[in-house]
């Protein structure tokens, strides 16, 4: 197992974090930021979970709402994106850029479990090996798994 303990990412330093990944896990995180950009400037209802209503009695403080917050919510989600995108291949993260990574990898899972309708009970349940949904369920695990050890990494104090 080595020095990971089986774990793609461990903290090595006060703000210096070591990134251990394949290259087909490199290629994947390289592909996804493109994608979720490019469905950022949609209205796209797999988007619902990145901007949920504010004002669910209230339809014109929710349109104000919006109106005044979007772009901003969008900009911060671009930003970490970008992130992603030019550390894919870095061996270590400072603390900022692993954070902007978790931001990225948590927008990414919430946009494929919309789409995949993740719930609690699916946890539990097997996936059939002929399940259309079986490589994207796969993507949505390790994104999950990615993101749970940059939190468990930046958690860990020296």
Same mark, same amino acid.
């Given at each position: 197992?080595?020095?990971?303990?089986?774990?793609?990412?461990?903290?090595?330093?006060?703000?210096?974090?070591?990134?251990?990944?394949?290259?087909?896990?490199?290629?994947?995180?390289?592909?996804?930021?493109? $994608?979720?950009?490019?469905?950022?400037?949609?209205?796209?209802?797999?988007?619902?979970?990145?901007?949920?209503?504010?004002?669910?009695?209230?339809?014109?403080?929710?349109?104000?709402?919006?109106?005044?917050?979007?772009?901003?919510?969008?900009?911060?989600?671009?930003?970490?994106?970008?992130?992603?995108?030019?550390?894919?291949?870095?061996?270590?993260?400072?603390?900022? $850029?692993?954070?902007?990574?978790?931001?990225?990898?948590?927008?990414?899972?919430?946009?494929?479990?919309?789409?995949?309708?993740?719930?609690?009970?699916?946890?539990?349940?097997?996936?059939?090996?002929?399940?259309?949904?079986?490589?994207?369920?796969?993507?949505?695990?390790?994104?999950?798994?990615?993101?749970?050890?940059?939190?468990?990494?930046?958690?860990?104090?020296?």
């Amino acid at each position: 197992m080595g020095i990971f303990s089986g774990r793609s990412i461990r903290r090595r330093g006060e703000d210096d974090f070591e990134v251990r990944l394949d290259a087909w896990e490199r290629n994947v995180l390289r592909s996804l930021p493109g $994608q979720l950009r490019d469905l950022l400037s949609t209205d796209d209802p797999a988007l619902e979970r990145l901007f949920p209503p504010a004002y669910l009695a209230d339809p014109g403080k929710e349109d104000e709402y919006r109106r005044l917050m979007r772009a901003d919510l969008t900009d911060h989600r671009l930003a970490t994106l970008s992130v992603l995108e030019a550390t894919v291949d870095a061996l270590s993260l400072t603390e900022d $850029q692993l954070v902007a990574w978790m931001g990225a990898l948590n927008d990414l899972r919430l946009v494929l479990g919309t789409r995949l309708d993740i719930s609690e009970e699916m946890y539990e349940e097997a996936v059939a090996s002929d399940d259309p949904r079986g490589p994207m369920l796969a993507l949505y695990g390790f994104l999950t798994e990615l993101q749970g050890e940059a939190i468990e990494a930046l958690s860990w104090s020296l």
